[in-house]
């Protein structure tokens, strides 16, 4: 139990009367990079969202079953928001930087989650700097931090969504598609990023780059059409996957 | 193998924004039916040709172009009716944004503007679009479900079908599949190489694989400048003259 | 002990947030308390004299019995010939700033005028209207010279309101629309205003309460005192509610206790309903909203 860090059971998910994920069970190890593949549509997206709880701004959203996240019930009573989402960070398909400078974006969360401790200015430099430098965005903007995040081409705001989410060092990582926009020496030394991360965080990394999936993941596991079709460790997912559906997919087989 | 009038000449092409320069001096020619690859690392200015193919200078005050184009030896960067120019070319961009209406009204948008009012002519194109986009399967039974709630592959798609619709002459396609798997791009390719019959497109691609799958000739873009344009197989051969090229298309088999 | 559950900084998040939120609230009781004693007071002082007649039957015996009927109907007229002339214009020319109008000194003058022209008093505006549509425009004291005079008053708030409306549209989806061919107009008609027509209700919402109220600006250009018959057209003069109210208030002797009490009744209950039916239209159309 204590080596599970995303468990879900049963959990179906209807957007007004459209059902997007069906009985979805799956457990993503504790400290592991775990893959979630599967044909544009089939709810990838919506299981990475259920897990934080961002859906639920949709009011015609209704969910049953439900999430663990490090053990605890993620929708318990208890459950405050906030806590959830500093333990489980995440980034989005489509860069989403706060119309900030790019220092403020980087040390946003931090900000807000350090209360009002005060921090020196050389304290903030140090995560900012490090933060910056761990998404390979330092010597870029290094000479612009004050300048306006928005301003960044779709790249390099990426990178920044990833960078902001480390200076409170959440356990989960949630990343749809992060390297979707970026050029192939960025994908690289990002996949390199989220690879060295692993045993320090839990990553569920929603990819439609099979060869990332492949080399950047421990476990893998493959949705079709809203349900989970198999999970397993990434080599076997690949070298003997236990459906017909399944191969065809990495295989690129299609009607 | 190309022996026509070129469908698009470029001629000293440059783009800046504000002081920044984007595109310096590009020359290139890009004939009838071939897909026309560019490739190239970030920041190289790809986008920006395709921005400035389409006239979208006049979308942000910022940008200015400078150089000649040609579409069917008309200079474009002259021409007073930019509507029936931007009507003639297609346009997909990597951000894909469903516009706030259904999914049918989202294809249908081009057609009206066009004039087609006719319901079954509409669903007729309606329909094409979406299933030439890999998309119809998915959204047939809720086309009238709002196409900015769709997901990010599936918005993609349908800018893909919009961009059809409108029945282009030219179809650029920028980055077009980075949202969409691998299966359903495959998909999409084997519609292009259909299209291609038809139509001319520009394909602007970080993926060189892809380019490779699908151009019939590919430019280089770096920082900025043209590199060389070559026959992608020559390209991919290494028998291109720049090592620069061939260090590009190398580094990203390794 | 959930893993999960709140600390001591969520606790402090939660005290300011339950502190700020407990504090807008207040401020929106406070606001909301003279509204609800006014309209306490109007209710029980008013009510005795509501009725049917008194809605359908036009004053007598000096304004001090009979109905309210033709300042009721004056100020229907007033607020619609108003709205007739300030809405098109007023959203034209937000359309147009927020569409079309290059960013340069120009245009930031403009912008900057409008906002004056939103601090400038009734009174001032009275005597434009007087100066400008009465005399110069030769309309005379007219349901046409009050209402365009309150048009021009009220602009401010409708093109303000638009433009703010207008460009929370994403830009995104205009530059998709471009890259189509579609032209600017097809563009705004197809795609910005049916995304932003619930802002300018808002907008045109305040203007018919400022309209409906004023009293001022048409006491000089266009509504009587005391008139028995309705007004047949645009050019003639009418009694309206506003007025009828300050000349039954102050202006005529033997008045009973509640009269004035009852015509402020049904004139806000006027600009209640009227308010209450462009909501629920912006409500609807909210929720059929895109993205
Ligand atoms: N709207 C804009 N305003 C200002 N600068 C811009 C704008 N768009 C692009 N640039 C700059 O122009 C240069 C070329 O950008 P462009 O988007 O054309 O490159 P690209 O080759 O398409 O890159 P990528 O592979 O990342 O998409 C970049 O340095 C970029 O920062
Ligand atoms: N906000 C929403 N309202 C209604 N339907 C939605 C919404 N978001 C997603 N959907 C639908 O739910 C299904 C799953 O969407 P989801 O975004 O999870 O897919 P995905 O696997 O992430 O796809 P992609 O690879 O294209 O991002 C899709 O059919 C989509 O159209
Ligand atoms: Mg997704
Ligand atoms: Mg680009």
């Known amino acids: 139990m204590a080596d599970i860090a995303i468990e879900t059971r049963d959990l179906n998910l209807w957007y007004g009367t459209f059902q997007a994920l069906f009985d979805v069970n799956i457990q993503v190890k504790k400290g592991m990079i775990t893959s979630l593949i599967g044909p544009s549509g089939c709810g990838k997206s919506t299981l990475l969202r259920t897990v934080n709880r961002v859906n639920e701004r949709l009011g015609y959203v209704r969910t049953t079953g439900s999430v663990d996240v490090l053990g605890q019930d993620a929708f318990g009573e208890d459950v405050e928001l906030a806590r959830l989402r500093k333990e489980v960070g995440m980034v989005f398909q489509r860069p989403n930087p706060l119309p900030l400078s790019i220092r403020d974006n980087v040390l946003f969360s931090h900000r807000i989650h350090r209360g009002n401790a005060k921090a020196s200015k050389s304290d903030e430099d140090v995560l900012l700097e490090d933060a910056l430098r761990q998404v390979l965005l330092w010597d870029d903007v290094k000479d612009r931090l004050n300048q306006n995040a928005t301003s960044l081409s779709l790249e390099e705001q990426q990178k920044l969504c990833i960078a902001r989410l480390l200076p409170v060092k959440p356990s989960v990582l949630l990343m749809d598609e992060p390297t979707s926009a970026l050029d192939p020496k960025a994908t690289a030394a990002l996949e390199e990023l989220i690879w060295s991360f692993r045993g320090s965080y839990t990553i569920l990394i929603v990819t439609h780059n099979m060869a990332q999936a492949r080399r950047a993941s421990e476990d893998c596991a493959f949705m079709l059409l809203g349900k989970m079709m198999e999970v397993a460790p990434t080599a076997d997912l690949f070298l003997s996957p236990q459906l017909p559906e399944t191969a065809d997919y990495i295989e690129g087989r299609y009607g | ?254 | 002990m959930s893993l999960f559950a709140r600390t001591g900084l969520d606790e402090h998040n939660r005290r300011v947030e339950w502190l700020v939120k407990t504090l807008f609230l207040l401020m929106t009781v406070l606001l909301i308390i003279p509204v609800a004693l006014i309209m306490g007071i109007l209710i029980q002082r008013g009510a005795p004299v509501l009725s049917w007649g008194f809605l359908t039957e036009v004053p007598t015996n000096g304004m001090t019995a009979g109905g309210i009927f033709t300042a009721l109907i004056g100020t229907v007229w007033i607020v619609a010939v108003a709205l007739l002339a300030s809405v098109p214009i007023g959203v034209a020319a937000a359309v147009y700033l927020s569409e079309y109008a290059p960013d340069n000194w120009l245009t930031r003058a403009i912008n900057l005028a409008i906002i004056n022209l939103a601090g400038v008093p009734s009174i001032v505006h009275a005597l434009f209207g007087l100066g400008a549509f009465v005399v110069f425009f030769g309309f005379g004291r007219s349901i046409l010279a009050a209402s365009l005079t309150l048009a021009v008053m009220t602009l401010p708030i409708v093109i303000v309101a638009t433009r703010e409306s207008l460009q929370a549209v994403p830009h995104a989806f205009r530059e998709a629309c471009w890259n189509m061919g579609a032209t600017r107009w097809q563009t705004i008609r197809r795609v910005v205003l049916p995304n932003s027509i619930s802002g300018i209700l808002t907008g045109v919402i305040l203007e018919v309460s400022r309209t409906a109220g004023e009293t001022a600006p048409i006491m000089f250009t266009g509504a009587a005192a005391f008139l028995p018959f309705l007004p047949q057209g645009v050019l003639d003069q009418t009694m309206a509610m506003s007025l009828h109210l300050y000349v039954v208030s102050t202006q005529v002797p033997d008045v009973p206790d509640a009269l004035p009490f009852g015509v402020a009744l049904v004139l806000i209950s006027m600009v209640l309903v009227m308010n209450a039916t462009s909501i629920a239209f912006r409500i609807y159309l909210r929720n059929k909203r895109k993205w």
Not at chain 2, 26 to 31: A, H, R, T
Not at chain 2, 222 to 231: G, H
């Open chain 2, 1 to 254: 193998m190309v022996d026509n009038a070129p469908k698009l000449s470029v001629r000293n092409l440059s783009v800046r924004y504000g002081d920044k320069q984007a595109l310096n001096g590009i020359s290139l020619d890009v004939f009838p039916n071939e897909i026309f690859g560019i490739i190239g690392p970030a920041n190289s200015g790809k986008t920006s040709f395709l921005r400035a193919l389409n006239r979208m200078e006049e979308f942000d005050a910022n940008m200015t172009v400078e150089g000649d184009i040609l579409f069917e030896g008309q200079d474009i960067t002259a021409i007073r009716n930019v509507y029936a120019l931007r009507r003639k070319v297609g346009v997909v961009f990597p951000l894909p944004v469903g516009l706030p209406m259904s999914i049918y009204e989202n294809v249908a948008f081009a057609p009206k503007l066009a004039g087609i009012k006719k319901k079954a002519e509409l669903d007729e194109i309606v329909e094409r679009c979406l299933i030439r986009a890999a998309l119809w399967d998915e959204v047939k039974d809720r086309l009238d479900a709002l196409g900015s709630l769709l997901s990010g592959g599936q918005q993609q798609r349908l800018t893909i079908a919009r961009a059809l619709s409108q029945n282009p002459e030219l179809l650029l396609l920028d980055e077009f599949s980075i949202a969409v798997d691998p299966v359903t791009t495959m998909r999409i390719e084997d519609v292009l190489k259909e299209l291609k019959e038809e139509i001319t497109i520009v394909l602007v691609t970080n993926l060189v694989q892809q380019a490779r799958r699908l151009a019939d000739r590919t430019a280089f873009f770096l920082e900025s400048e043209l590199v060389e344009t070559a026959e992608t197989e020559e390209l991919f051969s290494g028998v291109v003259k720049d090592q620069r090229t061939r260090d590009y298309v190398e580094g990203r088999f390794g």
